[in-house]
């Protein structure tokens, strides 16, 4: 069966300081993977989207890389801030009936 | 751009009675979205997927007496629990997007709470 697990419950670093965030799938083939940020009692808001056809992907200080060998995606936020503090979610996408499998998320957080 | 606008954000309720969720796409049209529940400290569980114009299509386990989906103009969808229990009692999250490939936009979500 499909899975899809994001390291550790929680990943405390100091604030300046950059952030890795691992995805590992097994089972799936996905055609997009797609990374969100959701604070506590709202729904997620989309960061970034990469295609299998691509290594990487970045905005701002947030880089996303994606291999379809090792079937794993890594999330770096670089000079991180309190305010980066939040579950991160990894979505895979099969590209065809649009529905999205999340992961179990990380929950970030950014101390002074 | 790409708003998801849901309602009510929070609900307490007697058991037995349904519970209306509305969700709406603020400017843009969606002609799919999404129906998502989410235990605490867990992920968010795909519900169902919402056509506009046609029958909801809801994923394995999902009872679909229990949990009808509306989507009945290209801005609206609504999820109605019917005869809610204490073991409904969750927080539903509403998505929509604008296409193939392209990231999902979600409301922020409502809890409901049974008594």
């Known amino acids: 069966s499909q899975k899809i697990e994001q390291n550790s419950e929680a990943l405390n670093i100091q604030e300046g300081k950059t952030a890795t965030l691992t995805c590992n799938y097994t089972?799936?083939?996905?055609?997009?993977l797609q990374w969100y940020r959701q604070d506590p009692g709202r729904g997620p808001v989309f960061l970034l989207l990469?295609?299998?056809?691509?290594k990487e992907k970045r905005k701002e200080r947030l880089k996303v890389t994606f291999d379809t060998t090792l079937k794993q995606s890594l999330f770096h936020i670089t000079a991180s801030q309190p305010a980066d503090s939040a579950t991160y979610l990894c979505?895979?996408?099969?590209?065809?009936?649009?529905?999205?499998?999340f992961g179990t998320g990380t929950r970030l957080q950014v101390t002074l | 751009g790409a708003v998801v606008s849901q309602h009510p954000s929070w609900v307490i309720c007697k058991s037995g009675t349904s519970v209306k969720i509305e969700c709406r796409s603020l400017?843009?049209?969606?002609?799919?979205m999404f129906w998502y529940r989410q235990f605490p400290k867990q992920s968010l569980m795909l519900m169902a997927t919402?056509?506009?114009?046609?029958?909801?299509?809801?994923e394995q386990g999902v009872e679909k007496d229990k949990f009808l989906i509306n989507h009945a103009s290209l801005t609206l969808s609504t999820l109605t629990v019917t005869s809610a229990h204490p073991e409904d009692s969750s927080f539903y999250i509403c998505?929509?997007?604008?296409?193939?490939?392209?990231?999902?936009?979600f409301g922020d979500g409502t809890r409901l709470s049974i008594l």
């Open positions: 998505s929509a997007e604008t296409g193939t490939g392209q990231p999902q936009h």
């Open positions: 089972n799936y083939s996905p055609a997009y």
């Open positions: 990469i295609r299998e056809n691509e």
């Open positions: 979505a895979l996408d099969p590209g065809t009936a649009s529905k999205l499998t």
């Open positions: 400017d843009f049209q969606a002609t799919t």
């Open positions: 919402s056509n506009e114009g046609s029958k909801a299509t809801y």
